[in-house]
Nanobody, 124 residues
Framework: VQLQASGGGLVQAGGSLRLSCAAS????????KGWFRQAPGKEREFVAA????????YYGDSVKGRFTMSRDNGKNTVYLQMGSLEPEDTAVYYC??????????????????WGQGTLVTVSS
């Protein structure tokens, strides 16, 4: 299983950006998916997750109301729409997949597959 994240870049505070994560190597459309981020000198942080069905999403407190995660199982791709971006959102963003479609205890779940990161930089 390979996860390829894309869409990172430089954006001004208050702006928007959409990240994509495409899966290949095996069909994992039913897997739960998540986004995490890690800023320089900080621990990795849970950002968002979505169940295999796409019916339920979870968000970290710092992004709730600003970010939206979605998925297109036909394309084996998940998205993270980020809005009202703040300099504090600057980080490398990683997508991940879990064999647990329902994502029990999503905020603390150990994900099974990880993609390479994509850098998001928010300027003030």
């Amino acid at each position: 299983v390979q996860l390829q994240a894309s869409g990172g870049g430089l954006v001004q505070a208050g702006g928007s950006l959409r990240l994509s994560c495409a899966a290949s190597g095996r069909t994992i459309s039913s897997y739960g998916k998540g986004w995490f981020r890690q800023a320089p000198g900080k621990e990795r942080e849970f950002v968002a997750a979505i169940t295999g069905s796409g019916f339920t999403t979870y968000y970290g407190d710092s992004v709730k109301g600003r970010f939206t995660m979605s998925r297109d199982n036909g394309k084996n791709t998940v998205y993270l729409q980020m809005g009202s971006l703040e300099p504090e959102d600057t980080a490398v963003y990683y997508c991940a997949a879990s064999v647990w479609s329902s994502l029990p205890d999503a905020h603390n779940l150990r994900f099974d597959y990880w993609g390479q990161g994509t850098l998001v930089t928010v300027s003030s």
